[in-house]
Every structure is written in C-alpha cells, then in structure tokens.
C-alpha cells in the first residue's frame, strides 16, 4: 500500500517526540550536552533555512524564466 506525504510527515513527527521522551527519560544527568538547543535558536535555524530556500527557489525561478 502506497503511504500520502502527509501520513509519512506524521509518522516521523510521532517517532521523533517519543525518540525525545525516551531520551530525556534515560538520560536525564547528561542532558547539559543539549543545553544550545534553546527557543531562540530553533527560530534562528528555521529563518536561516527558510531564507536559503526562498534564495535558493528565486535562484530556480529567474534560470527557468531565460
């Protein structure tokens, strides 16, 4: 049986949560390793590869377009 997209995204979504709880769990002395992992960073990284995507599709676009 052929999978949606989305049914995939889901999954992996669900598999990553239940990774970091199992983790957070097990490991809960040497989490300090996890300590860059902060709101602002998580914004930052998506900006940044939100901005090299946009750059990127734009770059795309104007090499079709001729």
Known sequence: MKNCRV?????F???SVLMILI???LFTDN???F???????AVKLIF???IL??????IDYFRRRN
């Open 7 to 11: 049914c995939v995204y889901i999954r």
């Open 13 to 15: 979504f669900i598999a």
């Open 23 to 25: 983790i957070s769990v």
């Open 31 to 33: 989490l300090e390793f």
């Open 35 to 41: 300590s860059f992992v902060t709101p602002w960073n």
């Open 48 to 50: 940044t590869l939100g």
């Open 53 to 58: 995507l946009f750059l990127f599709k734009l």
